[in-house]
């Protein structure tokens, strides 16, 4: 396989930090199989729940090699999470590592989940090369409280938002935030000591996807990431990443990847705002879709060179909370308001005929 992964680790003092309240992101792990019929009530059950929070909470679902010849998508590191946890028995679901049934989540326990805080901060970039078949991720981790465990994992998994070719016999025709690769390995990365309050760890690192699509026939015939790959639409992965103790295996805090456009934003200093483009021009060639004028004051101009579905869209400000929201709408040109916002920076979030894109603007009055 072919990545750079680049580790610092520095003792930063950033009095500013301590005493934050810092919003944890929760973590659900979800154990399943497209040949596992429990399972379909499991998604149905939890996935438009989940789906309500796709920019507040992270997912993943690991397919499993069983029951039956089992997922064509299984792979050893999906394997390696199902052996951390000692998971014998699918559907399953881990929420913030604690075991739990499938029916207790619920729109409240994720609220819930959502109203707890961390003594960590989190932020995870990244940018697609869909020709070159990679993705780079940048992330930053600060500590604002000592972690004494001696012992703890990053885990910086790549995921898939939704995928299909997977269909087997358990009734799904389609699985959402599906585990692809673990980064660095299918271990994470150990950090042996104590983490120290105003520890900064970063991280800068490319991975590239091999050769070509394969569709395992079954679990036993496995991808082989040196030579192939199981990416069904290299737009729609992403990364997430959580920290984890070694110890009793809590997780500290997570975070969902915001995907970038160009490299200076990928690359800017932490904690400053995004560079929006300069003109429409190069924003369409960015992104594939126009959107005008920016600044914006009174609406925003979002116009796509045909006839799109747009299944999902947001618009986010930089503390990610949403601000506006449409769902399932057809449309060449749409104008989305934006004279209710505050002026500073926003982002564009949506699914337009199944593939994701986000992008910047600025709201000026």
């Known amino acids: 396989m072919k990545y750079t992964f680049t580790l610092l680790a520095a003792l930063l003092i950033v009095s500013s930090g301590f005493g934050q309240v810092i919003p944890k992101v929760p973590v659900y792990e979800i154990f399943t199989s497209s040949t596992c019929p429990p399972c379909k009530p499991a998604s149905e059950h939890l996935i438009p729940i ?88 940048r992330a930053r981790i600060e500590a604002f409280a000592d972690y004494t465990d001696g012992a703890h994992k990053v885990f910086l998994p790549i995921l898939e938002h939704l995928t299909t070719k997977n269909k087997e016999t358990n009734g799904e025709n389609e699985f959402h935030y599906v585990f692809k690769k673990m980064l660095p390995d299918l271990q994470g990365e150990i950090i042996i000591g104590a983490l120290d309050a105003g520890d900064v760890i970063e991280y800068d690192t490319t991975y590239v996807f091999n050769g070509n699509y394969r569709l395992p026939f079954n679990s036993n015939d496995q991808i082989d990431h040196e030579i192939e790959h199981s990416v069904e639409e290299f737009t729609d992965i992403y990364p997430v990443m959580f920290m984890q103790s070694l110890v009793d295996k809590a997780i500290y805090q997570g975070a969902i990847g915001i995907e970038e456009l160009t490299v200076e934003n990928l690359e800017r200093e932490w904690g400053t705002d995004r560079i929006p483009p300069l003109t429409i021009a190069e924003h369409n060639a960015a992104s594939g879709f126009g959107l005008y004028p920016n600044p914006a004051d009174a609406g925003l101009n979002l116009v796509f060179p045909a006839d799109s579905y747009v299944s999902q869209l947001s618009i986010v400000d930089m503390t990610g909370r949403q601000v506006f929201g449409l769902n399932n709408e057809r449309f060449t040109q749409k104008t989305l308001p934006t004279q209710h916002l505050e002026e500073g920076f926003y982002m564009v979030q949506m699914t337009v005929d199944g593939e994701r894109f986000s992008s910047t603007f600025v709201v000026a009055h």
């Open 50 to 137: 989940l789906e309500n929070y796709d920019e507040e909470v992270i997912v993943i679902s690991y397919h499993m090699n069983w029951p039956g010849n089992g997922d064509p998508y299984f792979t050893q590191e999906a394997g390696s999470r199902r052996n951390y946890y000692g998971v014998n028995g699918i559907p399953n679901v881990w929420t913030n590592a604690t075991n739990v049934n499938y029916t207790s989540v619920t729109s409240a326990s994720v609220e819930s989940d959502l109203n707890e805080t961390a003594d960590m901060q989190m932020d995870v970039r990244y940018m697609i090369d869909s020709v070159g078949q990679s993705i780079r991720i």
